[in-house]
């Protein structure tokens, strides 16, 4: 079960102080490294062909104040017993001195990518018959080897964090925060938590970590990014499957954990996987969603949000910024209970109403 509230104030503080530092320490590493990646890269200066906004521009010192707000919450939740102070060990493998070399050496290649338009290179990485659907077999992000190779998967983690400069973490873990919050009072053992779309393990191991004596499990489209998880979060329960069709039995999950999945899809595959996951969950499960902001979020942000797809090939983010999140669960019988946001995520929980 999750930390007790009542634990003393010196605790509390101890572990928030703890969590404070480290998530400084991390932050600056990926903040650097992120600096560095665009420096070795040299990406165009000039916004991509095709891309105009009327929005107005972000406020100046808005973004710092609102990463800043993503580890206050973080450590927060550690201090008020939610989840254990996080070591992201999934993220921390990638501090190796190989594994920034091989970033700041594919940054190289990303750019390429990026400036040529290369974004269905992956297909030709993609293993011959297995299935893939067409929208899976892109390279998003302009990510060398797509969804499809190892060098994708041990190079992910880092990748991201050097994007948001360290806050990945914080941000992902809204998520984790509603869901814990959720089953303060309830004893965990013997409940089984999916993880949909489960990538490289980094939140597979904050489950882990917050219901130790619950049933982790994960599923993924991609082999190589299971192999990851299974390495780096020690999660043993990984299966691949689509998230279209999940091999489980009706109502037979008490949670379902869904992390920056649902702007990766299609509009109509968005229907299709919010009634799977209303169909695996029992009756008052909980889905913990955490995706992008959108636009009627924080206008403050919406130039930023209309440049991400562009810069990043994102290519069904437009219409995800559209998306009444809470309408789409609500015609498959999930009920919001609860939202949080920090930075440039936003996390929903849903419950499945009876």
């Not at 550690?78 to 594919?106: I, N």
């Not at 938590?193 to 882990?208: Q, R, T, V, Y």
């Not at 999945?261 to 029992?282: D, M, T, Y």
């Not at 130039?303 to 995800?320: G, K, N």
């Amino acid at each position: 079960m999750t930390a007790s509230p009542a634990r003393n104030a010196p605790a509390f503080n101890a572990d928030r102080q703890v969590q404070v530092l480290h998530s400084a320490a991390k932050a600056a590493w990926w903040a650097s490294a992120g600096v560095a990646l665009r420096a070795l890269a040299k990406p165009a200066k000039a916004p991509p062909s095709g891309f105009e906004s009327s929005a107005a521009p972000t406020p100046k010192g808005f973004l710092r104040r609102s990463w800043q707000e993503a580890f206050e919450k973080d450590a927060a939740d550690v201090a008020a017993g939610l989840y254990p102070p996080m070591s992201d060990r999934a993220v921390e493998s990638a501090f190796a001195p190989r594994q920034v070399a091989d970033l700041l050496t594919d940054a190289r290649r990303v750019e390429a990518r990026r400036r040529r338009g290369g974004v269905t290179e992956a297909r030709d990485e993609a293993p011959a018959g297995k299935g893939f659907p067409v929208y899976y077999r892109q390279n998003f992000h302009f990510q060398s080897g797509g969804w499809f190779t190892d060098e994708s998967a041990r190079r992910y983690e880092g990748q991201v964090e050097a994007l948001f400069a360290g806050a990945a973490g914080p941000m992902r873990r809204r998520a984790l925060s509603l869901l814990a919050r959720a089953w303060s009072d309830k004893d965990h053992r013997g409940r089984a938590i999916l993880d949909l779309a489960c990538g490289s393990g980094a939140f597979l191991e904050n489950l882990a970590a917050t219901f130790p004596r619950a049933r982790i499990m994960g599923v993924d489209l991609s082999e190589p990014y299971l192999q990851e998880a299974r390495r780096r979060s020690g999660v043993r329960s990984l299966s691949l499957a689509n998230a279209e069709h999940l091999p489980f039995a009706d109502a037979s999950l008490d949670a379902v954990t869904c992390i920056y999945l649902f702007h990766e899809l299609p509009p109509r595959v968005r229907g299709a996987v919010a009634r799977e996951i209303a169909r695996v969950l029992k009756p008052g499960g909980l889905l913990a969603l955490a995706d992008s902001v959108q636009p009627a979020d924080e206008p403050r942000l919406e130039r930023l949000l209309e440049a991400f797809p562009a810069y990043f090939h994102e290519p069904f983010y437009a219409s995800y910024s559209q998306t009444d999140l809470v309408a789409l669960f609500a015609a498959v019988g999930l009920t919001a209970r609860g939202e949080d946001r920090a930075f440039l995520t936003k996390a929903i929980l849903f419950e499945k109403v009876a």
